[in-house]
């Protein structure tokens, strides 16, 4: 797995990289229908959203990216909490992010689709993600 680079989201309505598209790890059965309400007030109701349980883990975000839009649905994850966008404008992302913290959801890693990230396994995206988030909190 090669290092890439942070670079912040700008506001725009230019899409991101990738299909249109929600990666969710960490998220309990009964906290999903809760997600897709916040998704629902942040005018994102049909993006499609890929819940990622600890089996798909070892998964490149690129094969998850294709699964069907509600896969993993019903099942809890136990991997770390975390979004990861493909596709959505930067202005998008940015409403979502203020109204999970605007909804009290328990804060979660983010990330967003690269060509890089897109070869990585989930499991190292999410260990490079809290790497970062314990480098940035010192």
Do not use: Y
Not at 43 to 56: F, R, S, T
């Amino acid at each position: 797995m090669s290092k890439g680079t942070f670079e912040k989201v700008q506001h725009s309505d230019t899409p991101l990289f990738g299909p249109p598209k929600l990666l969710l790890c960490g998220f309990s059965a009964p906290a999903q229908p809760k997600f897709r309400s916040v998704m629902e007030m942040a005018g994102m109701d049909d993006v499609p959203v890929v819940w990622v349980n600890g089996k798909m883990g070892e998964k490149p975000l690129e094969a998850l990216i294709e699964l069907p839009d509600d896969s993993g649905a019903g099942e809890d994850s136990t991997l770390a909490r975390a979004i990861v966008v493909s596709g959505i404008t930067e202005n998008q992302l940015h409403s979502l992010m203020a109204l999970c913290r605007k909804s009290g959801m328990q804060n979660a890693l983010w990330a967003v689709l690269t060509p890089t990230s897109q070869t990585w396994p989930m499991k190292d995206l999410l260990a490079e993600l809290q790497a970062e988030r314990g480098a940035l909190s010192k």
